[in-house]
C-alpha cells in the first residue's frame, strides 16, 4: 500500500460525519452498527446499509440516527 489511509469523524445533531480517505488501487470495507441498517449520504446518493465497499478516492459520509 503506497498512500495516505485517514478516517475522522464528528459529531452532528442526529448523528455524525465520517470522512475517510483511500489509497490508489486500494479498497476499503465502511463497516456500521450492526444492530440496525442506517441511512447514510454520501454525495449525492443515499441508501440504508449495515456496511459497504469503497474505492480509491476521498468520501465524507452522513451517518443519522
Known amino acids: 500500500i503506497s498512500g495516505e489511509i485517514t478516517s475522522s469523524w464528528k459529531k452532528t445533531e442526529d448523528g455524525f460525519e465520517l470522512t475517510i480517505t483511500v489509497p490508489i488501487n486500494t479498497k476499503a470495507y465502511v463497516a456500521l452498527d450492526p444492530s440496525?441498517?442506517?441511512?447514510?449520504?454520501?454525495?449525492?446518493c443515499t441508501k440504508r446499509t449495515k456496511g459497504f465497499v469503497v474505492p480509491s478516492g476521498k468520501y465524507v459520509f452522513e451517518y443519522k440516527n
Not at 441511512?39 to 449525492?44: D, P
Open 36 to 44: 440496525k441498517t442506517t441511512l447514510i449520504t454520501e454525495g449525492k
